[in-house]
């Protein structure tokens, strides 16, 4: 267990006192069960594991201890936003390779003499087990932080993390050894050779694999979405389809030149046209300024429904700062709907079964997301064409909400991979003593099945995985096969 770990992590470290752990824990206990909206929903009790840390604590521990053992528990809570953060663990050793998903198994990348990647080792190309420990088993222990993500952004999220070896092996609870065996298979998972390599230092690392999809914009604050550069490589028309990326979930009070453009690309391609192919794949959220913007083009324009269903957890009555959050949502109580609304929202509350039935007197009455095209859209507007949202493991947050809302509507299909489901309202809380923080979820987002968005996702209705070409940066594999789709369809 992770909180037994303090011998393997820096002696230099900020110690704590028991006492100082059990206020901090103390602090933590108060502020998720008065604040977290996902706590025990799931049946996980996380006192249960607060009180067995306490008992096998001795006299002290480091913050680094502390701050992994809360990363580990909370985990199991089921809130795709909680976060740990202000502690650090020794992070300075790293296996010589990349390591990349490729349909559920481990890619092993290396890079040649041209920068280019490629198979460490073409006839087997995938990692088995790490010093006789499955792969399997072996992600399922060194990242406790995402592990109620839905099963591919999990893997996703881990196997990146492979790289980072001396911080996996405090995961582990051992020591990293001066030398690690890999055991690499072929691709049909028969045959097998083990190699023995030396960790190496931050300087002889291979940068952590990424998709070659939204790299170019890592580094791009919000209002870069301004330069016409940046948003000349968002659109593209080519072969009658029409393609939008978006990289981030901007708002457009920081880039009203990206809106100008996307709402003139929309008028442009009504008659240009085939089909629309809008990519939210790497997405890792923002706002809900773009999803609402494209409505207007991409719902019936004499349609009313409901689309996303959520329950604030606060002290009630809801309090003006949180009705304003929600509204910043574009999340809206019943009695704040028009008549048309209403109406919807009662034909969808008939059918409407979530999977949570969630405390009245710790969350609040339901606010509801509509798409209203009476109100967003015109039969001027309205691309009453083929659409596809193409989205994957990484598509997070705002972007997940995009994908949820749009599904189900007249004439789009989402492509790709389940996304990883995430739309929470979060808080940042800081504990007295360690001053670590924990980020919480403060609301519950339903879809329209149902089911939560945190730990579900949303599935796809045309599956299309990732290649080793795609992992490699040799092509767009996704995007490809969707255009062949697209162009033999009818």
Same mark, same amino acid.
């Given at each position: ?131 006789? #420990?499955?792969?399997?088993? !072996?992600?399922? %222990?060194?990242?406790?932080?995402? $592990? /109620?993500? =839905? +099963? ?77 550069? #940046?948003?000349?490589?968002? !659109?593209?028309? %080519?072969?009658?389809?029409?393609? $939008? /990326?978006? =990289? +981030? ?82 999340? !809206? ?95 940042? !809380? ?61």
């Amino acid at each position: 267990m992770i909180f037994f770990l303090s011998a393997s992590i820096s002696a230099q470290s900020t110690k704590l006192s028991k006492q100082q752990i059990e206020q901090d824990l103390e602090a933590a206990t108060k502020i998720l069960n008065e604040n977290s909206s996902y706590v025990y929903l799931n049946g996980y009790d996380f006192n249960d594991d607060f009180r067995a840390y306490l008992q096998n604590l001795k006299d002290s521990t480091n913050i680094e201890n502390f701050g992994l053992f809360l990363t580990e528990t909370t985990g199991k809570i089921g809130d795709r936003h909680f976060s740990v953060t202000g502690y650090k663990v020794d992070d300075s050793m790293f296996l010589p390779f990349m390591f990349a998903p490729l349909n559920g198994k481990v890619a092993v990348i290396s890079i040649n003499q041209n920068k280019q990647f490629e198979l460490a080792k073409p006839q087997f190309p995938y990692l088995k087990k790490i010093d006789g #420990i499955s792969i399997n088993d !072996f992600l399922a %222990k060194i990242y406790p932080k995402d $592990i /109620k993500a =839905p +099963k591919e952004a999990y893997f996703t999220r881990a196997v990146r993390e492979l790289c980072n070896i001396e911080r996996n092996y405090i995961g582990l609870g051992k020591s990293l050894p001066k030398e690690i065996t890999l055991t690499l298979t072929d691709e049909h998972f028969q045959k097998d050779i083990d190699i023995t390599i030396k960790p190496v230092n931050r300087a002889a690392r291979l940068p952590r694999w990424e998709e070659d999809l939204t790299t170019q914009y890592d580094a791009a604050k919000d209002e870069d979405f301004n330069k016409p550069e #940046i948003i000349d490589s968002l !659109f593209d028309l %080519k072969d009658n389809l029409a393609y $939008i /990326k978006i =990289p +981030k979930m901007i708002g457009i009070d920081e880039a009203p030149l990206l809106f100008e453009r996307l709402n003139s690309f929309m008028r442009t391609i009504k008659n240009d046209s085939k089909a629309l192919i809008i990519d939210v794949r790497e997405n890792g959220g923002g706002t809900r300024d773009i999803t609402y913007d494209l409505a207007k083009y991409l719902i019936p324009p004499d349609s009313v429904s409901v689309v996303n269903v959520t329950k604030q957890r606060a002290k009630l009555p809801l309090a003006k700062e949180y009705q304003d959050r929600l509204h910043a949502r574009r999340l !809206f109580n019943y009695s704040e709907l028009d008549r048309d609304e209403q109406k919807s929202v009662t034909r969808f509350m008939k059918n409407f079964r979530p999977m949570y039935k969630l405390d009245d007197k710790k969350y609040s009455e339901y606010y509801f997301g509509l798409f209203n095209g009476k109100k967003l859209s015109t039969p001027d507007s309205y691309y009453n064409k083929p659409i596809y949202i193409l989205a994957n493991e990484r598509t997070f947050s705002a972007a997940s909400v995009f994908v949820s809302v749009f599904k189900g509507i007249k004439n789009i299909k989402i492509v790709g991979v389940k996304t990883d489901g995430s739309s929470g309202n979060s808080e940042r !809380f800081t504990l007295p003593n360690s001053k670590i923080q924990l980020r919480i979820s403060t609301m519950v987002s339903f879809q329209k099945n149902g089911k939560t968005l945190d730990g579900i996702g949303t599935e796809p209705d045309i599956k299309i995985e990732r290649d080793l070409n795609q992992v490699l940066w040799r092509s767009d594999s996704q995007l490809e096969k969707l255009r062949t789709i697209i162009l033999n369809s009818k």
